[in-house]
């Protein structure tokens, strides 16, 4: 069946690019371009429709697909949110009416015998749904907030409901007695798959206009006459207006945020900032009972945890001096910036970059974990005040046998 193949080769071609869902800037090493870390309310949406909604059944012509009286308007309603600038999902509702035509046979036959009907009948259908919605064009192309225009593919699951079937028009036909028992007028539930294409255009920071043409395929029983097909289904193209609602930083849309510190400069300027820290009296002590920080230090990119090669010339050298000093023992302590996210995920974030630095060390150059502790105090502690992205860090304090905890 031709629909029932458009649909399943739309599906795939959704399903196809969905595996570049995660657009996020591409990082090279010490870059500080990157997405803002969101919430999980954040970047949501509410969108309302109105469209056309048509039937895909049997016994439905071209010449009876187009026709007008064969068309039902409808509206709904959708919420859902976006993951990243090239995926998002939602969940929505959709009413509208729905037309269904009797065999060509029957009405051939009742035209022979000069009634002018059609066969038609309609019934009334809700539809609940969910979709996931990969957006093509930050798929393949660079996001950037201001663009206009948006491709988005959509494809999910959907439940429908369908009732008061009407028979009345179907029922002047003179030859109708016996045939209307044919068609199923119970109320009934349905399963459905979904699929389409959405186009976007931002009208400002807040509001976007939008227009979804979706097929939904879903069972024979769909329009209450069973036939040779398997599936019946219905084409809808909804106009509608969706509202991004403010994210906790107070913007509707996504945003990166640039830091041009190169991480290597960074770095010397927090070793040449320690003098700052021996003459900051009333500083909270990093490390209780602490002897001695170690001169290096191993810097990160907002919201992130993996060491870059240029930070790698840190880790090593920290092996090097651990290795050759088999007296100390080293706590590995990580911190985040307060700025940034919120405390209890930057308390994961600095024990993250304290792991990497403890693996790397351990992995790759060797060290005896024995000599290694772990601690991170997230954003509690803010060892630098000058700046602070200067905070995304992972600070080396030795240990002795006396100040050993």
């Given at each position: ?310 930070q790698e010339r840190n880790v090593a050298a920290v092996a090097k001096y651990i290795n050759a000093h088999p007296e100390l023992n080293v706590v590995i302590c990580g911190f985040a910036d307060v700025e940034t996210a919120y405390p209890a995920y930057n308390m994961r974030l600095s024990k993250r970059r304290a792991t990497s630095v403890f693996r790397m060390l ?27 992205e200067w905070n995304r860090v992972v600070v080396f304090v030795l240990e002795t046998p006396s100040n050993k905890r």
């Amino acid at each position: 069946m031709n629909k029932i193949k458009l649909t399943l080769l739309t599906v795939l071609l959704a399903t196809s690019v969905g595996t570049f869902a995660d657009n996020n800037k591409s990082q090279v090493a010490d870059s500080l371009v990157t997405l803002r870390h969101y919430n999980f309310f954040d970047n949501t949406f509410i969108g309302l429709y109105v469209g056309d909604f048509a039937p895909l059944s049997e016994n439905v012509r071209p010449r009876e697909f187009f026709r007008f009286d064969s068309q039902h308007i409808g509206g709904g309603l959708t919420l859902g949110k976006y993951f990243s600038p090239a995926l998002g999902v939602r969940i929505g509702g959709y009413y509208s009416g729905m037309t269904g035509v009797a065999n060509k046979s029957i009405v051939d036959k009742n035209k022979a015998m000069g009634y002018d009907g059609r066969g038609y009948y309609n019934f009334k259908h809700i539809d609940a749904f969910v979709d996931v919605m990969p957006n093509l064009t930050n798929i393949f192309l660079p996001y950037k907030e201001s663009r206009r225009f948006n491709v988005i593919g959509i494809f999910g699951l959907g439940y429908t409901h369908r009732f008061d079937m009407d028979l009345s028009e179907f029922n002047k036909m003179k030859d109708s007695e016996g045939w209307e028992k044919t068609i199923d007028t119970k109320n009934r539930n349905l399963f459905a798959v979904r699929a389409g294409l959405g186009l976007s255009y931002m009208i400002s920071k807040t509001l976007d206009i939008d227009l979804d043409v979706m097929v939904n395929a879903t069972d024979d029983k769909y329009d209450g006459i069973r036939y040779d097909d398997k599936y019946d289904g219905f084409m809808s193209a909804m106009l509608g207006v969706k509202y991004h609602f403010p994210d906790h930083y107070g913007d509707h849309r996504f945003r990166y945020r640039t830091l041009t510190n190169n991480l290597d400069d960074l770095n010397k300027q927090i070793n040449q900032a320690r003098i700052d820290l021996d003459n900051a009296r009333n500083k909270r002590d990093i490390i209780e009972n602490q002897q001695r920080i170690l001169e290096m230090t191993v810097s990160f990119p907002i919201d992130k945890y993996y060491i870059s090669d240029i930070q790698e010339r840190n880790v090593a050298a920290v092996a090097k001096y651990i290795n050759a000093h088999p007296e100390l023992n080293v706590v590995i302590c990580g911190f985040a910036d307060v700025e940034t996210a919120y405390p209890a995920y930057n308390m994961r974030l600095s024990k993250r970059r304290a792991t990497s630095v403890f693996r790397m060390l351990v992995d790759k150059y060797g060290v005896d974990p024995n000599r290694l502790r772990i601690d991170y105090k997230g954003d509690t502690v803010q060892p630098y005040d000058r700046k602070n992205e200067w905070n995304r860090v992972v600070v080396f304090v030795l240990e002795t046998p006396s100040n050993k905890r």
